[in-house]
Nanobody, 121 residues
């Protein structure tokens, strides 16, 4: 499955962005999806993940209450709604898909190219 992430951009602190992850090549319905981010000089970290059927979700503590992950299997697309953005949210955001719903990047086999999110103070 090929993934393409888009929707990043420059936003002021307190603003919102919605990231999208479009899948092609195979049906998205059998895959768990995760959003991960990597800031300069830091390791890639988990942001939020969702199970294949969308019934289960996980959020890193940094995003609880501000982020919502969702998945539309009919559209082969996953989303990450980000509200109340903070400067520390600045990073390249990646979406990934895998056969197992997990919270860590290593469990995901397919990766998109990343989209830059920059939050100004």
């Amino acid at each position: 499955v090929q993934l393409q992430a888009f929707g990043g951009g420059l936003v002021q602190a307190g603003g919102s962005l919605r990231l999208s992850c479009a899948a092609s090549g195979r049906s998205f319905s059998g895959y768990a999806v995760g959003w991960f981010r990597q800031a300069p000089g830091k390791e890639r970290e988990s942001v939020a993940t969702i199970s294949a059927n969308g019934a289960g979700t996980y959020y890193a503590d940094s995003g609880k209450g501000r982020l919502t992950i969702s998945k539309d299997n009919a559209k082969n697309t996953a989303y990450l709604q980000m509200n109340s953005l903070k400067p520390e949210d600045t990073a390249v955001y990646y979406c990934a898909a895998g056969m197992t719903w997990a919270t860590i990047p290593n469990e995901y086999n397919y990766w998109g190219q990343g989209t830059q999110v920059t939050v100004s103070s």
